[in-house]
């Protein structure tokens, strides 16, 4: 049995606790064992991303404190394993212990594929679905080719979501643009986030989507609050949970 260290984001705790469970419900279903360490804080990408590198120091620090005694660390959020990963040795440089365990913390779907070698996963969902890519888990942690990049054509969530009985996965005229989320973007730059959400919602509508799904909970919300003020017949679902046979 796998041992794993569960890493919940600040907004997955606090708004849709809901996707943690329902990650917890996947990985045990898998042969996992999950332990969930009751201290674990922000992983400081908010204020790293605003410039207070400052600020974000001692939560690394207390990042490597609390997940460091595991062999894997897994959330079901591709910015926030990207902080770990490929920003902490910037906060923190030359801590090799701390480089270990960001190469041991990993998304949800990556481990499910890269770790534990699942590419199938038993379940069905019957809804016309579009996969929306985050801009730090395709570009930060490559679970996806990019359409940008010359290289064969491969997609870590899309390989396990089409593995369900009845999905059908649309696809979208701009298969990886940004939502427009951005953290601070998007309220520093309300309008312009707005906008690019607004054409991304756009862009599934076209496809024939009835539920945007993702690897990134804070997409989602953004994504979600565009829709619930136009009143737009669309819902979002994380990824997590469809995985999880989470009805919604």
């Keep these: 049995m796998t041992d794993i260290g569960l890493f919940i984001p600040c907004y997955v705790d606090q708004f849709y606790p809901q996707v943690g469970l329902a990650t917890v419900r996947l990985l045990e279903r898998l042969g996992c064992r999950v332990h969930y360490p009751e201290a674990q804080t922000c992983c400081g990408q908010p204020m790293a991303n605003a410039g207070s590198a400052e600020l974000a ?14 062999p894997y660390v897994v959330s079901p959020s591709g910015s926030c394993v990207s902080m770990v990963r490929n920003h902490y040795s910037d906060l923190l440089p030359n801590q090799p212990e701390l480089q270990a365990l960001g190469k041991r913390t990993f998304e949800l779907c990556e481990f499910l594929i890269d770790v534990l070698h699942v590419e199938t996963v038993p379940g069905s969902f019957p809804h016309r679905v579009g996969l929306h890519q985050s801009c730090h888990a395709l570009r930060e942690l490559r679970l ?5 990049r010359l290289v ?4 870590k969530v899309r390989t396990l979501l089409a593995s369900l009985e009845g999905i059908t996965l649309v696809e979208l005229t701009r298969a990886d643009e940004c939502c427009g989320f951005g953290g601070v973007f998007s309220v520093e730059e309300e309008a312009v986030s707005c906008a690019m959400g607004k054409d991304r919602i756009a862009d599934h509508l076209h496809a024939g989507a009835e539920v945007i799904t993702g690897v990134d909970v804070t997409c989602l919300m953004h994504l979600e609050g565009l829709l619930r003020r136009e009143k737009t017949p669309l819902r979002v679902q994380h990824v997590a949970e469809i995985l999880a046979g989470v009805a919604k």
């Design 57 to 70: 120091a001692p939560l690394a620090e207390r990042f490597l404190r609390i997940f460091g005694r595991f």
């Design 152 to 155: 064969p054509q491969f997609n």
């Design 144 to 148: 996806g080719s990019g359409t940008e």
